[in-house]
Nanobody
Framework: HVQLVESGGGSVEAGGSLTLSCSAS????????LAWFRQAPGKEREGVAA???????TYADSVKGRFTVSKDTARNTLTLQMDDLKPEDSAMYYC?????????????????WGHGTQVTVS
């Protein structure tokens, strides 16, 4: 089991940037796929970006070119850099671990989740 703690959410204006961090309680190398998901009120959960054990990154079409996922193995941290934010990016953002490499943005395969951090873009 691993504990995931997200941070970095907040309120920004459209066009602004935010950096989300997900701190894991054990080395990232012991986890398969790491990912960010988001869910807005009344909407389904959406996979945003994923990083697998081979360092391959996957992005949702809605965030390609604007979001960048990275990991810091020394600090056991997964980061999501979000640029050119839009109001439709507003949601609760969750970090998840141990997903399925063939479906990295499919939340049903993830066994471990953080509690989320809120992002609001106005």
């Amino acid at each position: 089991h691993v504990q995931l703690v997200e941070s970095g959410g907040g309120s920004v204006e459209a066009g602004g940037s935010l950096t989300l961090s997900c701190s894991a309680s054990r080395p990232l190398s012991t986890l398969t796929v790491l990912a960010w998901f988001r869910q807005a009120p009344g909407k389904e959960r959406e996979g945003v970006a994923a990083f697998d054990s081979l360092d391959f990154r996957t992005y949702a079409d809605s965030v390609k070119g604007r979001f960048t996922v990275s990991k810091d193995t020394a600090r056991n941290t997964l980061t999501l850099q979000m640029d050119d934010l839009k109001p439709e990016d507003s949601a609760m953002y969750y970090c998840a671990a141990d997903g399925r490499a063939l479906s990295p943005l499919d939340g049903q395969w993830y066994r471990m989740w953080g509690h989320g951090t809120q992002v609001t873009v106005s």
